[in-house]
């Protein structure tokens, strides 16, 4: 079992940046990619990004693509999101996943294994 914590969600205008985290405490050497989606209200939880966990090779949607970063540090098991240039429709609950397995559309939502508890990422105008 691989637990997820996400922290760094909160409240920011419009142009500013937040960067969110994703721990991994514990075994995780069964992980092959962490990714993360989110969540507004009223609407189906939507792909954001994902990173491979050994190559680091990344994959971002388009809504996000060169405002949003995907890292990770392998020392700390711990993936980054940082988000720049953001905008009130960046609003929504940000959830970090991570799958075992490789070769998946890991833009669908029901090919991830395990998932965090979600932050709250707040944009205003």
């Known amino acids: 079992q691989v637990q997820l914590v996400e922290s760094g969600g909160g409240l920011v205008q419009a142009g500013g940046s937040l960067r969110l985290s994703c721990a991994a405490p514990g075994r995780t050497f069964s992980v092959v990619a962490v990714g993360w989606f989110r969540q507004a209200p009223g609407r189906e939880r939507e792909f954001v990004t994902f990173i491979n966990w050994s190559g680091g090779s990344t994959t971002y949607a388009d809504s996000v693509k060169g405002r949003f970063t995907i890292s990770r540090d392998n020392a700390k098991n711990t993936v980054h999101l940082q988000m720049t240039s953001l905008k009130p429709e960046d609003t929504a609950v940000y959830y970090c996943?991570?799958?075992?397995?490789?070769?998946?559309?890991?833009?669908?939502?029901?090919?991830?294994?395990?998932w965090g508890q979600g932050t709250q990422v707040t944009v205003s105008s």
């Open positions: 996943a991570a799958t075992k397995y490789y070769n998946r559309n890991y833009l669908n939502t029901t090919n991830w294994d395990y």
